[in-house]
């Protein structure tokens, strides 16, 4: 539910205070199947043992997931998201232009082409 992914927003940006966002992000993303179904109150106990897994300073991360302190940051990303419209993932802006979802390289490409082209 919408509280687990708070939740795992949080670990991630306890993971970014040792330098690992991006991997832990990863993890988070290939584990949904893990997290996304357990009682929120369990997550702790599955979000710490990811940290160990990148090799973490697991006190540390545990002290500041358990601490919410990285909450506002995520309600505050969160918000964005609704305020731009932002439903699914992934969502981009190339020059403005919103592009969500999906989509095959050919199509990237060619949005990427078009917006060097205006960018000369």
Known sequence: GQDNVI?????????????????YHQL????TGQWGRVPT???????SDYARQLGLDTARFDACLSSHEKRPLVLADQELTRKLGLGGTPSFF?????IEGFRPYEEWKKILDEALAQAR
């Open 7 to 23: 939740l795992a927003g949080e670990a991630a940006a306890c993971a970014a205070d040792q330098g690992r966002y991006y991997d």
């Open 28 to 31: 988070l993303f290939r584990a």
């Open 41 to 47: 109150s369990d997550l702790p106990a599955y979000f």
């Open 94 to 98: 190339v020059n403005g232009k919103f």
